[in-house]
T-cell receptor, first 114, second 111 residues
Framework: DAGVIQSPRHEVTEMGQEVTLRCKPI?????LFWYRQTMMRGLELLIY????????DSGMPEDRFSAKMPNASFSTLKIQPSEPRDSAVYFC????????????FGEGSRLTVL | SQQGEEDPQALSIQEGENATMNCSYK?????LQWYRQNSGRGLVHLIL?????REKHSGRLRVTLDTSKKSSSLLITASRAADTASYFC???????????FGKGTRLSVIA
């Protein structure tokens, strides 16, 4: 299996622009998680889905952030409009919830908002 | 918000020495997991220990869990330069909630 695939790996954009991050989970996994990692705050859970349904989005910073999972093999995290404080590495992870709950992470999308 | 932290925040040792990292938490857990992150990469699962277990081994890794003290430790024996990475503990709190990660320990192994 190719593992969790995220794109883009790096994104540099200007404040106010829309950013869309993409994730393809491991085939057969039924849970998907979006995390944000910064030096100051560490790894924060933004939102997670079970069977394509959003379960808890309480970690989403504000209305500028939205996430979708239209099918079992694709998810997006959108920031509109982006701000410099959104600069971080965004990770997608998937798991098969009926197992141990071990998470499989993608390589991350490093976002820089100027 | 995150619960509990790893310590130390950073650790530098010589190749061949053992490295011990600790993790504390505040609420009841189902299991505790340790992950490794190389610079610029995603996190990789190392080992999981359930709340009814006290110790687990995997190769050069040894994990202990003390639920009475709400703490866990990760021991890497005979460290190698390739072990240089950040190590995170993650708690699955009771109630099947998503994993909560600490801020990690940055380990540097000097050849």
């Amino acid at each position: 299996d190719a593992g969790v695939i995220q794109s883009p790996r790096h994104e540099v954009t200007e404040m106010g622009q829309e950013v869309t991050l993409r994730c393809k989970p491991i085939s057969g996994h039924n849970s998907l998680f979006w995390y944000r990692q910064t030096m100051m705050r560490g790894l924060e859970l933004l939102i997670y889905f079970n069977n394509n349904v959003p379960i808890d989005d309480s970690g989403m910073p504000e209305d500028r952030f939205s996430a979708k999972m239209p099918n079992a093999s694709f998810s997006t995290l959108k920031i509109q409009p982006s701000e410099p404080r959104d600069s971080a590495v965004y990770f997608c992870a998937s798991s098969f919830q009926e197992n141990t709950g071990e998470l499989f992470f993608g390589e991350g999308s490093r976002l820089t908002v100027l | 918000s995150q619960q509990g932290e790893e310590d130390p925040q950073a650790l530098s040792i010589q190749e061949g020495e053992n490295a011990t990292m600790n993790c504390s938490y505040k609420t009841s857990i189902n299991n505790l997991q340790w992950y490794r992150q190389n610079s610029g990469r995603g996190l990789v699962h190392l080992i999981l220990i359930r709340s009814n277990e006290r110790e687990k081994h995997s190769g050069r890794l040894r994990v202990t869990l003390d639920t009475s003290k709400k703490s866990s430790s990760l021991l890497i024996t005979a460290s190698r330069a390739a072990d240089t990475a950040s190590y995170f503990c993650a708690r699955e709190n009771s109630g099947n909630t998503p994993l909560v990660f600490g801020k990690g320990t940055r380990l540097s192994v000097i050849a």
